[in-house]
């Protein structure tokens, strides 16, 4: 299980790289169309390397997704702690997150650019609260001590009397 939530991390991590590069591209065809513009050019390729940037981002945002449920399954399915449940859920939120994303970068290819960017807007914030709960988890896992969250916390003592 710790194998499969660190390859979920490294999905995470993975599209969040393919999104940067999406942007990125994004933003370079939007300053050169721009510069053509006042010059009163107009070039159609670089409106092709921006919807291109889009699918990039688009593509991401699914690896994201993937990465995210994956990460949540493996520590699910780890030894557990107090982190656990915020872990679980924050990332399952994340990937939720994620796919509201996708989902704006379609509206945007589809031309319907307003609404697709208020739904990444959307996709954005819920992945913000859920990497908000993940880390509430952590940090409050990194402030007690294993033999504390045995003695406190209901969930380790059923599974010591199943043990």
Known sequence: PGKIAEAGCWLQAGGNVTNAVGIQQEVNGELAEEELRDAGEENEFLESVQDNGEQINALGSVVQTGGALLEAYGVANMKPSISTPYEVVGNTIIAFGSAVDAIGSVYILQDQEE?????????????????????????????????????????????????
């Open 115 to 163: 609404t697709g960017e208020w739904i990444e807007l959307a996709g954005a914030y819920i992945q913000a609260i859920g990497s908000a709960i993940e880390l509430y988890g952590v940090t409050i896992g990194s402030m007690v001590s294993k033999e504390e969250e045995n003695e406190r916390y209901f969930y380790t003592r059923l599974n010591k009397k199943s043990m």
